[in-house]
């Protein structure tokens, strides 16, 4: 297996090098060949500088992989949400986050988004990240720059909001806007306004540029129905001769349910759509406070002897199974000896009820009409920049807040009541040379507040019982959770203060109740030192942590899950990288870096918890080791890169805060050429190994699968969920591929432009292809591959623009695999949808 695996990666190496080689050996025929003076269109090129560590320094000269994605790009290629920006980002693909298109996946780990270089608030699948609104976005594969702070080894989204700048350092000089009116398939509609304009302020330059989008639309999936609206306003001034200063906020709303896809999966399904029929086990009372869903009292027993960790009630949803023996195993598992409660009795007490098999299409999914997510998110900068001779000094403030609550009836509530984050950073930029040697200098400080609060209800969630062809029942509907679950219900005690029981009704609790609050002071340097042709860049960056956080959580019998005590500690941590590039006279840049980064282990919102704190947990490290070769000529009709990587991380999943050991290895590849007047092109490649080693994980099995290695039935599984710590199914310290990333990927797009009247012509066609993979770790479900082909086709004239596209152009049918639960939901595929924009420019 691991051979197999091994070889694939040498073939795909040598593969990618022989491309890239050519490419840059046959540069100077392709240059015959390419028309002098050839316009970039679509700024399909990069730009001619880039952001990655702050240095004004271009994407070829850059020692690292990151990839630039422009305004006008995101245009033409009809780009929308981060999930699009996969097409164009090696080393990147997205999992469902039920449905949510909040953060990308890179290199087998979720990316941290940024905004004009400042690390935002997590975002745990709460809203839609908006991309339109971008001048520019950055995607860098693996740790971020020392300038940046810390953050996840997987790498950075980057987002550069539209400005009234046309450059570093000139306004736009009149008044210029656009009006654009999106009407696709599934009733979507998207109106989107910007206009920018110059002023003078006494007798001071100054541009302000606003941005507004708002979406009310349907959707392909039945019963999903995405609303959001975002405004951006960005106001740059020159304040004195040598000082500029840059405001400007995003404020954003949405109310996008999250949708895991469909449930009861089996081979079969994935295969030929053949779903099992039935409904849930009859647990609803005639309790009138929860008429239509299950309480706390109806889907669980509560009792003084269930243990507070399982939230002093024995679960009659689910059952977590821990390693059993000759004398206490009931079932098995991949041949591992469970021993899980409530057996054999329970399997009786989860058959589904008059159970059938039926077809289901992509349409129906996982979902209900009173589940809900409402977001509101707002970032604000104040930048100051002086200009001192040869120095440019900087001092910037940043302030991020999001508050976001949510509910879905499988049994998920989340409640982030005001999470803000607000950051200073004070850098200086110089220059020194000698007669050899010219090196360009970054040193500062920063000092970062988070203050976070989450609070999580996810006992007793389950997919499984819910026949999705039917819809939601008061049989399969956890109840929400609520502030106050004992405003019908008084506990019980005995003399000795003990609690015993419940009387009247309890609502559901957040059984997750973590608020934590960080102080983080960083120093930083960097310096990119040039010999000719040699460079050599190196950075560090040493942090200083003051952490406090508590866990609030109670139990159902208002037992703490925490020690009621608020944890603090101090912890300081240094990372730092180096890079070692050539710049040959071929136009070809090999590059060689290592990066040590820190970073913080947290849940799900980025908060500390509790637990780590006393030990240090919370705390972390990574390794990056990237060997690389990129290429641009001298027209800058051809860019490409190349990269090999190998990184480490031990990091927390967020939801269920075990500890995991990631190990991704892999080779990325982009290209980006002019073709000639009217042809252009972009490409990505990635063959990637993502492995992971967490004793504690959570697992929640199969259904089916568990099912066959017990000699039962699906549907006698179905009306429950079994679940334990990864280690009870597959021993300890195990390593195992990462569930749900593909080991290799494949994009190319073409792109045409002709003038034709007062206008042009464009058009552009492509495909991301995606190689075979298992849902999960447990490798239980294989999801084929796929090839996914878009399309667009518009006319442009100095004022007016149509754009048609069409997504997925030849309905494929394809699956993508849960972030979470990915052993027992999968998402099926949108299907063929088309879109026209109308724009209005002026």
Not at 449 to 463: I, K, R, S
Request: net charge negative; glycine share 8%; hydrophobic share 35%.
């Amino acid at each position: 297996m691991r051979t197999h695996k091994l070889n694939k990666l040498s073939l795909a190496i040598a593969a990618i090098t022989a491309t890239s080689l050519a490419l840059s050996l046959n540069a100077q025929e392709i240059e015959k060949i390419s028309v002098v003076g050839v316009k970039d269109e679509n700024m399909i090129m990069p730009p001619e500088s880039s952001s990655t560590y702050g240095f004004d320094m271009s994407l070829v000269e850059t020692p690292r992989s990151v990839t630039e994605v422009s305004s006008d790009l995101i245009e033409a290629y009809g780009l929308r949400s981060v999930d699009d920006l996969v097409r164009m980002t090696p080393g990147a693909f997205t999992s469902s986050f039920f449905g949510i298109q909040g953060a990308m996946d890179i290199r087998g780990e979720t990316a941290d988004n940024y905004f004009r270089g400042f690390r935002r608030i997590a975002n745990p699948g709460a809203f839609k990240t908006n991309i339109r609104g971008a001048k520019q976005l950055e995607v860098m594969r693996g740790p971020v720059s020392p300038l940046y702070g810390t953050g996840s080894v997987g790498g950075q989204l980057n987002y550069s909001p539209k400005s009234a700048k046309s450059d570093a350092t000139k306004y736009i000089e009149e008044v210029t806007g656009k009006v654009d009116l999106t009407l696709g398939t599934y009733s979507q509609k998207i109106l989107a306004a910007e206009a920018g304009t110059p002023f003078k302020l006494g007798d001071k330059q100054g541009g302000i540029y606003v941005f507004a989008e708002a979406e009310n639309s349907g959707s392909f999936y039945n019963n999903y129905e995405p609303t959001n609206e975002m405004l951006q306003v960005a106001i740059d001034l020159d304040i004195t001769d040598s000082t500029t200063m840059e405001f400007g906020f995003q404020a954003q709303t949405s109310d996008s349910i999250q949708v895991p896809g469909w449930n009861r999966v089996t081979q079969d399904l994935i295969d030929n759509g053949t779903y099992i029929t039935g409904a849930a086990p009859i647990r609803n009372s005639d309790n009138t406070i929860g008429a239509d869903r299950l309480l706390p009292q109806e889907s669980g027993f509560i009792s003084s002897a269930a243990p507070y960790f399982i939230n002093s009630s024995f679960s009659g949803v689910g059952s977590f199974c821990s390693p059993g023996d000759a004398d206490t195993s009931n079932f098995v598992y991949n041949d591992m000896l469970l021993a899980c409660p409530g057996a054999p009795g329970f399997i009786d007490g989860y058959a589904l009820t008059n159970p059938g098999e039926t077809k289901i299409d992509h349409k129906t999914t996982f979902i209900d009409d009173i589940d809900f997510a409402d977001s509101t998110a707002f970032t604000a900068y104040l930048d100051f920049t002086t200009y001192i001779d040869d120095m440019v000094w900087k001092n910037q403030f940043y302030y991020d807040y999001m508050d976001h609550t949510k509910y879905q009836s499988w049994g998920f509530t989340a409640d982030y009541p005001g999470a803000t984050a607000a950051e200073f950073r004070s850098s200086l930029m110089f220059d020194t040379q000698s007669e050899n040697v010219s090196i360009q200098h970054i040193a500062g400080v920063s000092l970062r507040h988070e203050d976070l609060d989450l609070n999580h209800a996810f006992f007793d969630e389950t997919f499984d019982f819910r026949d999705i062809t039917v819809g939601p029942t008061a049989n399969d509907r956890i109840d929400w959770a609520v502030t106050d679950p004992y405003e019908d219900a008084t506990i019980l005690y005995d003399v000795d203060g003990n609690p015993t029981g419940i009387e009247g009704t309890v609502r559901r609790n957040f059984n997750e109740e973590q608020v934590s609050t960080v102080t983080n002071l960083g120093i930083f340097y960097l310096a990119d030192i040039s010999f000719e042709k040699l460079s050599l860049l190196l950075g560090a960056r040493y942090d200083y942590y003051d952490v406090e956080a508590e866990d609030e959580a109670v139990s159902l019998l208002g037992i703490p899950f925490g020690d009621g005590e608020v944890h603090k500690d101090t912890e300081s941590a240094l990372s730092y990288n180096l890079s070692i590039s050539y710049a040959t006279e071929s136009g070809l840049v090999p590059y060689v870096t290592y990066a040590k980064a820190n970073s913080l282990t947290t849940n799900q919102l980025g908060g500390i918890i509790a637990s780590s704190v006393d030990n240090g947990e919370y705390l972390a490290d990574s390794d990056l080791i990237e060997l690389g070769l990129k290429y641009s000529n001298e027209e800058d009709t051809i860019y490409t890169a190349l990269s090999i990587f190998d990184q480490e991380k031990t990091d927390r999943i967020g939801q269920t805060q075990a500890l995991v050991a990631v190990s991704s290895t892999g080779v990325e590849f982009e290209a980006r050429a002019l073709l000639n007047e009217n042809f252009s092109m972009t490409a990505t490649a990635t063959h990637i190994e993502t492995t992971e080693v967490s004793d504690n994980a959570l697992a929640i099995i199969n259904g089916a699968d568990f099912a066959a290695q017990n000699g039962l039935e699906p549907y006698q599984v179905y009306g429950g969920r079994i679940g334990g710590n990864r280690s009870t199914f597959v021993g300890t310290g195990v390593e195992l591929d990462r569930g749900g990333l593909p080991d290799n990927t494949i994009s190319m797009y073409l792109n045409y432009v002709q003038p034709m009247g007062d206008g042009k012509i464009t058009g552009s066609t492509g495909f991301g292809w995606a190689d075979e993979t298992y849902t999960d770790v447990l490798e239980t479900i294989l999801l084929p591959s796929y090839m996914v082909w878009t399309a667009s086709l518009g006319y442009i004239t100095e004022n007016y623009e149509v754009l048609f596209s069409i997504n997925n152009l030849f309905d494929e049918e394809y699956y993508t695999s849960a972030d979470l639960f990915d052993s027992v939901v999968v998402k099926p595929s949108e299907g063929r949808t088309g879109s026209v924009m109308f724009s209005y420019k002026f």
